[in-house]
């Protein structure tokens, strides 16, 4: 069987969502369609790929593997075919993203892009994920990721987040009373999620740090003061995650991209593309507690 970028990508879409269901409405397959589609490739490497769990699937040994070059193999593709059709594109793409995926997911996807298409500008906005919705309907960007409790009309799944309680290495303010926590400013789905789930679970807290950026919060964090809520993705660097029932559980971000509905220059679309292709080399978000 041939690896083509079809097969590929449904492939890498199974194993970004670990959901037949949700893959299929990545790639634009029913969910049987994408259970055909994935068994075969199975059949014709001659090992399972993934294995059936409660609430959807995950990835063998051999699925793991498989994603590595599946997403090499998609780069490779998008590279060659863009390199023949537009090695001279150029224009400006103006992209705006949650503070937290600017800072620890783009530089590697713009580095890459800029590779390829040296010519694009690429202009970079940081806002609230309902800001920067309101911006792309208003014309002031062309492409958005937004972290959000439910997928908006016309987003795109690239993957869910899991959120994690991170505590300091060297300290331990989380058993402290009122609990200090560092947040994102008012508006935030992290910080209302945080301050909702310590609510409901009566455990008196305080807002200790606050502040509009991922840096910002961390160094709280790092430096003893606090805990915070944060991706799963996010870098554990100086931070442990806290084990579960020491604080309340906090709910999963869909993590999704929204286009220009009529985007005016190719270079939208190929940036689209990237920003998509690398979100799928994270097979899962979620991290193993401490």
């Not at 058993?175 to 679970?201: D, K, M, T």
């Not at 660097?237 to 020491?246: E, Q, T």
Request: hydrophobic share 45%.
């Amino acid at each position: 069987m041939e690896l083509t970028p079809d097969i590929l990508r449904t492939f890498v879409a199974a194993a970004r969502t670990l959901n037949f269901t949700k893959a299929g409405i990545e790639v634009h397959r029913t969910q049987s369609a994408v259970s055909i589609q994935i068994r075969k490739l199975e059949e014709s490497l001659g090992c399972p790929l993934f294995r059936r769990v409660t609430r959807g699937v995950e990835l063998t040994d051999s699925g793991l593997s498989l994603l590595r070059y599946a997403n090499r193999l998609l780069q490779l593709h998008n590279e060659a075919v863009a390199s023949v059709t537009a090695p001279q594109m150029n224009g400006v793409v103006r992209l705006g993203a949650a503070e937290d995926y600017a800072a620890l997911h783009l530089p590697l996807i713009l580095k890459r892009f800029a590779e390829s298409y040296p010519l694009v500008q690429v202009e970079l906005y940081c806002d609230l994920s309902n800001n920067l919705l309101d911006m792309l309907a208003a014309g002031q960007i062309d492409i958005c990721l937004r972290n959000t409790a439910t997928l908006d009309p016309g987003g795109t799944l690239l993957g869910m987040e899991p959120l994690v309680w991170v505590s300091p290495v060297d300290a331990s303010p989380e058993e402290l009373s009122p609990l200090p926590i560092a947040v994102f400013h008012p508006g935030c789905i992290y910080r209302g999620w945080a301050i909702q789930a310590l609510e409901n679970q009566g455990r008196d807290f305080r807002i200790a740090y606050s502040s509009p950026s991922i840096s910002g919060v961390l160094a709280a964090v790092r430096a003893g003061l606090a805990v915070s809520p944060v991706g799963a993705s996010t870098p554990l660097d100086g931070l442990r995650v806290l084990s579960k029932g020491i604080l309340p559980a906090l709910p999963s971000a869909m993590v999704s991209m929204h286009l220009a509905a009529k985007p005016e220059i190719p270079a939208i679309q190929h940036l689209a593309r990237y920003i998509e292709e690398a979100f799928c080399a994270v097979p899962r978000w979620a991290r193993q507690s401490a």
